[in-house]
């Protein structure tokens, strides 16, 4: 699996972001499918998926000519572990700041 860099890297890309939001929505799609409605070539579209199975969070399976895409649960695991590491760090933040704002109010 890729570092969470890579991870984030590959979903800056406007593109790469919606193939990702769109095999969630629909699951395993083929490389053609995928690309529809982006406006760009075939090429470009394998360089996208490319860099997001790099990142590791597709897969890509063949069957017959076709290449089919799916997510792989464990680069979005990644990245949400890493989320919910951040929202705890800034809750107990938040709450350490409101702890000392409520001793402050108690004073006056």
Same mark, same amino acid.
């Given at each position: 699996? &890729?570092? =969470?860099?890579?991870?984030?890297?590959?979903?800056?890309?406007?593109?790469?972001?919606?193939?990702? $939001?769109? *095999? %969630? +929505?629909?699951?395993?799609?083929?490389?053609?499918?995928?690309?529809?409605?982006?406006?760009?070539?075939?090429?470009?579209?394998?360089?996208?998926?490319?860099?997001?199975?790099? &990142?590791? =969070?597709?897969?890509?399976?063949?069957?017959?000519?076709?290449?089919?895409?799916?997510?792989?649960? $464990?680069? *979005? %695991? +990644?990245?949400?572990?890493?989320?919910?590491?951040?929202?705890?760090?800034?809750?107990?933040?938040?709450?350490?700041?409101?702890?000392?704002?409520?001793?402050?109010?108690?004073?006056?």
């Amino acid at each position: 699996m &890729a570092a =969470l860099p890579q991870t984030f890297s590959a979903l800056s890309d406007p593109v790469r972001f919606a193939m990702v $939001e769109r *095999l %969630l +929505a629909e699951g395993e799609l083929p490389a053609g499918r995928l690309g529809e409605g982006f406006g760009i070539s075939a090429p470009a579209v394998s360089q996208h998926l490319g860099v997001l199975r790099e &990142a590791g =969070l597709v897969n890509r399976r063949a069957q017959a000519q076709q290449r089919l895409y799916s997510i792989r649960p $464990e680069g *979005l %695991l +990644a990245v949400a572990n890493w989320a919910d590491e951040a929202r705890r760090f800034w809750q107990a933040s938040l709450d350490r700041l409101e702890h000392v704002l409520n001793k402050e109010t108690d004073r006056k």
